[in-house]
């Protein structure tokens, strides 16, 4: 039985939990908040009821998920881990500070992944003294449903963790698809600009949120509109991607809109804080 440390119990961390659970991993859970651990579980418990619903597994093997899945306050939980994916707050400060520790705490040879959406790798695998081991795994949202994970690589990232994290990723039936080391990697360099001018639309009075939506949806194909979509990752997680593509990139062209910033500083998230673009009421 293998063992993964998710670090971080939010949006992504809990779903990471969920997927590795349900290949048989054994998971501990950790987040410096408790509530975010509790609201982690229920999310995850609600998830596997609904996969059940769809007949997508039993109620027992639901059960036996849930029950590989145990909690901890603590990053010293990662003591006995076979890999450690942290998918805690997108701040390049709170990232650094977690991989100073993870590499004291994690056994030796433990690969250490971020679920980062834009902060550099390298500069992560700085804080450790195993940089060959750090690497990038960018799953989507939501976890249980997307299929692909960015990985990617560092400049001192090693081949064999390339190699171990590929297959990781097939193991959780998912596809690996890698990328170099850049600001926002790929998924988010070309994303984020797009939702980033989707709420300069609205601020500028061009179209409502619902018409910028139903453009995008039925002229470009795109399953979900790009405030939707915001909404669903958070728009705290938005405007601290585009804060690391204008530090990283060029501070004009990805300037985040200033809507955004008004948005998160009133606490209007999207989905998790109940208000965003759209008013979610579960
Ligand atoms: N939201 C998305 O759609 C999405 C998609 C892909 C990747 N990501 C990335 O995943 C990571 C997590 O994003 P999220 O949307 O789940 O954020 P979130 O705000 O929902 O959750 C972050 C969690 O990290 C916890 N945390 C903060 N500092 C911590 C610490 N020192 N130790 C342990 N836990 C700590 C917080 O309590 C919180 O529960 C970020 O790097 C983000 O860029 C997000």
Not at 267 to 278: D, M, V
């Amino acid at each position: 039985m293998k063992k993964v440390a998710v670090v971080g119990a939010g949006t992504m961390g809990n779903g990471v939990a969920h997927v590795f659970a349900q290949q048989g991993w054994n998971v501990t859970l950790i987040d410096t908040s408790a509530d975010a651990i509790a609201r982690g579980m229920e999310t995850i418990k609600k998830n596997l009821d609904r996969q059940v619903k769809k007949g997508a597994g039993s109620k027992e093997q639901g059960a036996e998920t849930l029950g590989r899945i145990k909690t901890s306050s603590s990053l010293d939980s990662v003591k006995d881990a076979d890999l450690v994916i942290e998918a805690a707050t997108e701040n390049p400060d709170i990232k650094f500070d977690i991989f100073e520790d993870l590499d004291r705490l994690a056994p030796k040879g433990t690969i250490l992944a971020s679920n980062t959406s834009s902060i550099s790798i390298t500069e992560i695998a700085k804080q450790t003294k195993r940089p060959e081991r750090i690497i990038g795994m960018h799953f989507m949202n939501p976890v249980p449903i997307m299929k692909l994970v960015e990985v990617i690589r560092g400049k001192e990232t090693s081949n064999d963790t390339v190699k171990k994290t590929v297959e990781i990723v097939r193991e959780l039936e998912k596809i690996a698809v890698e990328v170099n080391d850049a600001p926002g990697f790929v998924s988010n360099r070309v994303l984020m600009p797009m939702i980033n001018e989707a709420i300069f639309c609205v601020d500028e009075g061009v179209a409502t949120p619902e018409a910028v939506d139903q453009v995008m949806k039925l002229g470009m194909n795109h399953p979900l509109g790009p405030l939707a979509l915001a909404d669903l990752i958070g728009l705290d997680v938005c405007l601290d991607i585009m804060k690391v593509l204008q530090d990283g990139l060029d501070a004009h062209k990805y300037r985040p809109a200033p809507l955004l910033e008004r948005m998160v500083a009133q606490g209007r998230l999207g989905r998790k804080s109940g208000q965003g673009f759209y008013a979610y009421h579960d």
